[in-house]
């Protein structure tokens, strides 16, 4: 958060004319509410982008910020830590529906979260 504790967000899509399957986008929702829950708490980012792309096949979902970069050493403290249940519980919603979540690094600071879930149509296994 820069000092006036604002954050800047924008959403851009693009080929999002696919319905995602009810289960799999309350999931999906709540992952990127974790998300900026610990971009909020942790990344000291004054800019947030969310992108969302869809195919027949693939969900592709990235949150990128501006922050300290941070972000990636506490959520590798939350893995190791048995009772830090924010990272584990975006694992764990991942998982149920078929998807992943890789962080790197942002160039020229902040941290970049890519989910990806394939098969997230109504009516797909």
């Known amino acids: 958060?820069?000092?006036?504790?604002?954050?800047?967000?924008?959403?851009?899509?693009?080929?999002?004319g696919h319905l995602v399957d009810r289960e799999k986008a309350l999931n999906i929702y709540r992952v990127v509410q974790e998300l900026?829950?610990?971009?909020?708490?942790?990344?000291?980012?004054?800019?947030?982008?969310?992108?969302?792309?869809?195919?027949?096949?693939?969900?592709?979902?990235?949150?990128?910020?501006?922050g300290n970069g941070l972000l990636l050493d506490t959520l590798e403290q939350f893995r190791r830590k048995t009772g830090s249940?924010?990272?584990?519980?975006?694992?764990?919603?991942?998982?149920?529906?078929?998807?992943?979540?890789?962080?790197?690094?942002?160039?020229?600071s902040g941290t970049v979260a890519q989910i990806r879930v394939e098969n997230y149509q109504p009516g797909i296994a």
């Not at 820069?2 to 999002?16: D, R």
């Not at 792309?53 to 990235?62: M, N, Q, R, Y």
């Open 1 to 16: 958060m820069n000092k006036n504790k604002q954050v800047e967000i924008s959403f851009k899509t693009s080929g999002n």
């Open 36 to 66: 900026m829950n610990n971009i909020l708490k942790h990344a000291q980012a004054t800019e947030v982008q969310i992108s969302y792309h869809s195919t027949p096949t693939l969900l592709s979902i990235d949150v990128e910020d501006d």
């Open 85 to 108: 249940l924010g990272l584990k519980n975006i694992e764990s919603r991942l998982n149920i529906i078929g998807g992943s979540i890789n962080f790197a690094k942002r160039a020229p």
